[in-house]
């Protein structure tokens, strides 16, 4: 199976690119493959409670994003929060508390890159 990096950069003012991002890595995972997603930007608002639990997808059986991404956890999905963009968003440490996400430098996106098999942007 394919190694796939999903680039986000999209946050709550885009549901719909958002949501596209968790689908694409939930259905990746469904099909076997490693993922990893790297949100940046507003991207990394997106895993505030407030936001996992509104941000509903569109004709994918209606399903809320904080359902994509317990998914994408429980499949083994790998994800970033650039550390960068949390601190100019105001994404504090205690608003992560309890989810399986990693803090990363702009060095872990570039490796990332180099590491998987295909890349695939939302921005």
Do not use: W
Not at 4 to 17: D, K, M, S
Not at 43 to 69: F, N, P, W
């Amino acid at each position: 199976m394919a190694k796939i990096l999903i680039h986000l950069t999209h946050g709550p003012e885009a549901p719909t690119q958002a949501d596209r991002a968790f689908l694409i890595a939930k259905t990746a995972v469904r099909e076997g493959h490693h993922v990893s997603m790297f949100l940046a930007g507003s991207a990394v608002q997106l895993l505030k409670d407030a936001h996992l639990d509104s941000v509903i997808g569109v004709g994918d059986g209606v399903t809320s994003l904080r359902e994509s991404y317990d998914e994408i956890v429980a499949g083994g999905g790998k994800i970033y929060l650039s550390r960068i963009s949390c601190g100019a968003r105001g994404v504090t440490g205690q608003e992560l508390i309890g989810k399986q996400v990693e803090l990363a430098e702009p060095n872990v996106l570039v490796q990332l890159t180099v590491d998987h098999d295909r890349v695939i942007t939302y921005g």
